[in-house]
T-cell receptor, first 116, second 110 residues
Framework: GAVVSQHPSWVICKSGTSVKIECRSLDFQATTMFWYRQFPKQSLMLMAT?????????EQGVEKDKFLINHASLTLSTLTVTSAHPEDSSFYICSARSRESHNEQFFGPGTRLTVL | ELKVEQNPLFLSMQEGKNYTIYCNYSTTSDRLYWYRQDPGKSLESLFV?????AVKQEGRLMASLDTKARLSTLHITAAVHDLSATYFC??????????FGTGTSLTVIP
């Protein structure tokens, strides 16, 4: 089946630093990947849609200069949280869309970010 | 405005009992998903419902879809402790974007 990995699983950083999270589709090509954020005991909120080779599309209220997304290849998208602050602490989940599986989305295991 | 609402938000039930979780959505969707999430983990896919009247069952869970009412249900039969988790429904629009429901946190008490 389609597998999506994320790295790292868990990261703690100091306020003001930048953190990069990777999302990889391991056994399929993903022209589109999605980034979600989930605060404790809340639902998933779509942050942005990442298309290979083009600029990401951000949802309303998501700062594109703060959450930099790069979809450099058909199997890798990265989310960089720049100048992170404690309020950016959250669970970040990516998903990848598989053309081979009728455009279904497959979710990564998530990355827990804690900003001190 | 597109909304996906679940009811109830929190549910505590005894083992062996039955219950139904409801998912209402405001805009026509091309498919409806149910996911399970354990604490600290990502989403586990449970069901994908494609058309009106679709019904799928896996173990003690059964999901159904009524596209005319814009309603999906997740029915739990004879609950067991292992079913304790948070359950999300999600709709897909335009073949691309997912919109998640508010989630239902289920606790099954022995």
């Amino acid at each position: 089946g389609a597998v999506v990995s994320q790295h790292p699983s868990w990261v703690i950083c100091k306020s003001g630093t930048s953190v990069k999270i990777e999302c990889r589709s391991l056994d399929f090509q993903a022209t589109t990947m999605f980034w979600y954020r989930q605060f404790p005991k809340q639902s998933l909120m779509l942050m942005a849609t990442s298309n290979e080779g083009s600029k990401a599309t951000y949802e309303q209220g998501v700062e594109k200069d703060k959450f930099l997304i790069n979809h450099a290849s058909l199997t890798l998208s990265t989310l960089t949280v720049t100048s992170a602050h404690p309020e950016d602490s959250s669970f970040y989940i990516c998903s990848a869309r598989s053309r081979e599986s009728h455009n279904e989305q497959f979710f990564g295991p998530g990355t827990r970010l804690t900003v001190l | 405005e597109l909304k996906v609402e679940q009811n109830p938000l929190f549910l505590s039930m005894q083992e062996g009992k039955n219950y139904t979780i409801y998912c209402n959505y405001s805009t026509t969707s091309d498919r409806l998903y149910w996911y399970r999430q354990d604490p600290g983990k990502s989403l586990e896919s449970l069901f994908v419902l494609l058309s009106n009247g679709a019904v799928k069952q896996e173990g003690r869970l059964m999901a159904s879809l009524d596209t005319k009412a814009r309603l999906s249900t997740l029915h739990i039969t004879a609950a067991v402790h292992d079913l304790s988790a948070t359950y999300f429904c999600a709709t897909r629009h335009g073949g691309n974007q997912f919109y998640f429901g508010t989630g239902t946190s289920l606790t099954v008490i022995p």
